[in-house]
DNA sequence: CTGAAAGCGCTTACAG
DNA sequence: CTGAAAGCGCTTACAG
């Protein structure tokens, strides 16, 4: 049976330099107190075999615990979307526990920015070993990064992302890709002429550089390539009042008698198959983001016919794994890591549900 | 900061119940040598306070390996399909090494049976602990599952299923249902009235039946839906030989004279892409399997629709993780792991080919 | 600056 | 049937 090579230990290394395991583990770890000559002498080995101390017996060791802070929306808040990433953050917590990782969760209100800064500072003031943030509150949140840069805490962003580049990893999507990509589908559903309406259905304070992002990216495949000649009208509802919503939309119908398709910019996309179901406009192309539990019975109805899913529990892994990546395990960490633009149908959506 | 309970330990439990950690250890894994009184003492305690052995210590202290012989065919025969999941394979290989887990690779060749038989005596000849494999050769694969489970050796089966239950886990797709989202594609995309291709291009060996399963998962949506009125149309060629391909497909177009799209059963589909492309039939729809290197180029040329990606590296990565939780971690695991049948276009496919 | 020793939580002969 | 002890590979005070 095959292995890599012949297990090779700090006691090895440290017959071979002619010295203690201590010292070899104060070299490997930079925990100074070595004198540069048998400092070089020890690098030299562990270079020339190629050593890579076991992260076991490491962890199983080091009492030291390390402590992730996790700040991100409360799960039950509007809209059923951020117990995803929690779901995958907890099954990676879980996963990795036995490594010594604590952890403690900081959790606001997507509306109510005094909330993120509320718990922004509780975090900072517990001071952890690494901070696993979802930037909502984009000025805030750079603020943040920011102070974690000075104080060397590593940051981990997820599900969107902030300009400066103080974090070490960002985990999630390429917005404008992803309303691209709806584009293409939107296109390549609508046989014939006519209007396609693209809906923002908007909460004020919500961050919305990506839902801004994911229009421009819709516009952006129009602009390349409309062979059929689709007409492309923009809607923008603020507020989440369902009245409001169907008004707007009625209107948009009785101005736009032939409307093909609709792209709706975010998870909002049941309230506006809802509208179709109760108008009998079962022809209508819906596009829309998110397997949330009002979203995938619209789905399975036919009245949407494709949701873009963004892996969010998945994120929620891969952020959890990117901190205990750097923090525990001391390997490299990709800048960005980029979830697929999944698209979802009637037809896999089980498949997704699942995973 | 946060974590499930105090750690308790394996000693924690000997003093409670007056007892050695040897003596604990050895209920705790049935190796017997305990009296009844003993065992029932140390049993109930551990239960009593939910203990769980630290996995980490436990590998450490083992020099106990575990082996795992892998059955699939070698990545660099026909196709360069197979490279994914061994690339997956290998990646989990790599993260869980410093459990004590080895392994040997068993590669066979898909256009000949006998090599498969001839590894798959060999594999057993070495009297793994896990056996994780391929069965691209039904009547064989079954066999040696059946003799696993005589032997006791858990098997994961991966990328397709054999219908006796001797394994203990499956990973891979469901074909019929990416089938039937196959039509589904198709039927959206297919504006009018025109025949509808269904292209097999088999090599006569190969295991064909998730073949057949995706080509009845497509007629299957049809049966059900069928506004537009689409002739569906099988096409079935044997062989692999470019000038036959061809020779079949120019004698379908000229039959039908209206084809609007095309699904191809599996990874060949650059074949008829190139054929579309030769003969100037740009505006047939086009859809067929996996993300290989042949098919990439045609798909960011827009000459596939779609492509239906079955993450053959996850699903490598997914059958070792299986065997590792159930031999080493010793949890419990699904009988089924069925992998999200990814749509893929143009716009999402980078990010399929990252992950 | 360096080494010897104890310990992390578990496993494994060995002795009784 | 049971316990005491050594050891897995690494880390961490402690003494010098």
Chains 1, 2 share one sequence.
Not at 141 to 161: D, M, Y
Request: aromatic letters at 8%; proline letters at 3%.
């Amino acid at each position: 049976m095959e292995r890599s090579d012949k297990k090779i230990t700090i006691k090895d290394i440290a017959q071979l330099a002619g010295v203690s395991v201590g010292t070899v583990d104060r070299v490997i770890h930079n925990r100074g107190e070595v004198s540069e000559k048998t400092k070089q002498k020890v690098r030299k080995i562990t270079e020339m075999l190629n050593f890579q101390p076991d992260v076991l017996a490491s962890a199983l060791a080091s009492k030291k615990n390390v402590r992730f802070a996790i700040l991100m929306p409360s799960a039950n808040g509007e809209g059923t979307f951020w117990k995803y990433p929690m779901l995958g953050i907890d099954k990676a917590l879980l996963e990795i526990e036995h490594y010594g990782v604590l952890y403690k969760k900081y959790l606001f209100s997507v509306s109510d920015k005094n909330t993120f800064i509320e718990q922004a500072e509780k975090a900072m003031m517990d001071h952890p070993d690494g901070l696993i943030m979802a930037p909502s509150f984009k000025k805030e949140a750079t603020e943040i990064a920011e102070l974690c840069a000075q104080r060397k805490i590593p940051v981990v962003l997820f599900n969107s992302s902030i300009d400066n580049q103080d974090h070490i990893c960002y985990v999630g999507q390429d917005a404008f890709q992803s309303g691209l990509l709806a584009g293409k589908l939107m296109d390549y559903g609508s046989s014939e002429n006519g209007e396609i309406l693209i809906v923002s259905l908007m909460s004020l304070l919500q961050n919305n550089q990506y839902i801004l992002a994911r229009k421009q990216g819709f516009l952006h495949y129009f602009e390349n390539k409309n062979e059929r000649n689709l007409r492309l009208i923009s809607l923008e509802i603020d507020g989440l009042d369902v009245g409001a919503i169907y008004h707007e939309l009625r209107k948009a119908f009785s101005e736009n008698p032939t409307i093909k398709g609709i792209f709706v910019t975010n998870s909002r996309v049941f309230q506006v198959a809802r509208f179709l179901e109760a108008e009998k406009k079962t022809k209508v192309n819906l596009i829309g983001y998110d397997l949330t539990s009002e979203n995938k019975p619209c789905l399975e109805k036919n009245m949407i016919s494709f949701l873009i899913n963004q892996q969010p529990l998945e994120q929620g892994y891969r952020a959890v794994n990117a901190l205990f990546n750097k923090l525990v395990l001391k390997k490299e960490v990709p800048k960005e890591i980029l979830i697929p633009i999944d698209i979802v149908t009637k037809e896999n959506l089980k498949y997704y549900e699942e995973y």
